[in-house]
Nanobody, 125 residues
């Protein structure tokens, strides 16, 4: 049984930083691509960042240069370091496991088969 549990969300002022973590339990973590998505009220879930099993990363244009995704295969965790946060970053953030190793589809939510429960990030202006 695969489980993903996010932590690290909270309230921060604009310009501040937060670090999200996602703990993975289940089959071999190191083999899977992992992604971060977010969903703001009234909006669709959107891609934030992803990392392959070989540590190749991909970011949405809106977070590129501010966010960094990383993984620790020894601890079965994936992290999202978020710097220079903006009010428009406010959302529930989810980590997810990708079902395939196709790099071209890393930004597509339906390509992910397991999701965490989400953690709220609120950025005040």
């Amino acid at each position: 049984q695969v489980q993903l549990v996010e932590s690290g969300g909270g309230l921060v002022q604009a310009g501040g930083s937060l670090r999200l973590s996602c703990a993975y339990s289940g089959r071999t973590f190191s083999n899977y691509f992992m992604g971060w998505f977010r969903q703001a009220p009234g909006k669709e879930r959107e891609f934030v960042a992803a990392i392959t099993s070989g540590d190749t990363t991909k970011y949405s244009d809106s977070v590129k240069g501010r966010f960094t995704v990383s993984r620790d295969n020894a601890k079965n965790t994936v992290a999202l370091q978020m710097n220079t946060l903006k009010p428009e970053d406010t959302a529930v953030y989810y980590c997810a496991r990708k079902r395939t190793i196709n790099i071209a589809t890393m930004a597509i939510p339906r390509e992910y088969d397991y999701w965490g429960q989400g953690t709220q990030v609120t950025v005040s202006s």
